[in-house]
């Protein structure tokens, strides 16, 4: 069972009052659409699997990538699903490859051939932001390649129900290994998408009071095509009024459960990013101190920590992006952070 982080907020108004609050880490999901014949695409894919795919995926970011027709609709993944595929991508109007879209929105990938399909800075714009969802997806093997998926939605802040959020589920393979028909092409691809648990319209979600959750149950059948050890359930809550996704949650993240554990402990972290107001910091170590720099490394603000106070008030900065540099003891680590 993979652990729900939960961090404790506590402001204190007037010295008379507390309110606690929880803080709960939403997910990235790239939604990616790609083709095997696709020359910008096995130009760029080096790079988006070694700068973003391996330092963050299931960590900070869930991917999944659709395969459509175009530029050649010989694409054996497109091949495999074709209705679902079509479906989804009209519902982003896509217009060719590579196009990606993060939480639901677009991410021009720029104009030139090796301009990156992400770039860090614009994943980093992202990062660090919270969700009044939690998605937990589990699911259990049974016989004659039957699975079972349980999905828990848990209402963890205060929630404004709309009647157009959808709960989505899809079946997605993490990797797959084939003989490509020309030399040159990829034979190693990340998180492919196979098919839907329920179809694209997916479920009407009614969120839960605070503090509970709305439980869904799936099953399905691996497909004699697939590998088995490599399949997983994503599943997330969308917007279709403005197509933005609140949260997403996969049952991979299961087995990644120890790799985020070490990470969140390793390395302190602030919260909420991007913020408009105070941020505070988790840290496993006693902090020092938090330096503020603009983009050109003028230091514009700093604090000391002498207590357990672990918050700092940023509200005093215009709107940008800025560094902050987090000194514990013995260790200095540099975040970036989104002033809104």
């Known amino acids: 069972m993979k652990p729900c982080f939960f961090f ?52 900070e970011v869930l991917h999944v990538s659709y395969h459509v027709g175009s530029p050649i609709p010989d694409d054996i993944f497109y091949q495999a699903n074709i209705e679902e595929v079509e479906e989804r991508a009209n519902y982003y109007q896509i217009q060719g490859t590579p196009t990606l879209h993060v939480l639901g ?51 963890v802040n205060q929630f404004i129900p709309s009647n157009l959020f959808r709960l989505r589920v899809v079946i ?43 439980s869904y149950h799936y099953t399905y059948s691996i497909d004699e ?9 994503l599943a997330f809550v969308q917007d279709d009024q403005n197509q933005s996704i609140l949260n997403a949650g996969s049952s991979w993240q299961n087995e990644t459960v120890d790799i985020e554990t070490n990470i969140l402990k390793q390395v302190p ?43 700092m008030d940023i509200r005093n900065l215009p709107k940008g992006v800025y560094f902050v540099s987090l000194q514990e003891e013995g260790r200095i680590f540099v975040e970036k952070l989104v002033k809104w």
């Open 105 to 155: 929105n677009f991410s021009p990938s720029g104009p030139s051939p090796d301009y990156d399909i992400l770039p860090i800075t614009t994943l980093q714009e992202y990062t660090g932001s919270i969700s009044p969802l939690k998605i937990v997806v589990e699911e259990t093997t049974k016989e004659n390649n039957q699975r079972s998926v349980h999905i828990e939605v848990q209402t």
């Open 225 to 233: 095509s697939w590998q088995s050890d490599q399949i997983y359930v």
């Open 269 to 311: 972290r602030l919260y909420p990013n991007p913020s408009r107001d105070v941020i505070f910091f988790n840290t496993d170590k006693k902090l020092q101190s938090a330096h503020v720099f603009d983009m050109q490394g003028q230091l514009l603000q700093e604090t000391f920590f002498t207590s357990s106070d672990s918050s």
């Open 8 to 59: 404790a907020v506590f402001l204190c108004l007037c010295g008379d009052y507390v309110i606690a609050q929880s803080q709960n880490k939403r997910y990235v999901l790239l939604e990616e659409f790609s083709n095997t014949y696709c020359p910008p695409c096995i130009f760029r894919h080096p790079t988006f699997n070694e700068n973003i795919l391996a330092d963050y995926e299931d960590v």
């Open 172 to 214: 997605v393979e993490k990797v797959v290994e084939y003989e490509p028909p020309f030399e040159g092409m990829e034979n190693r691809l990340h998180n492919i998408f196979r098919q839907t648990l329920g179809g694209w319209e997916g479920e009407i979600f009614n969120p839960a009071k605070v503090g509970e959750s709305v």
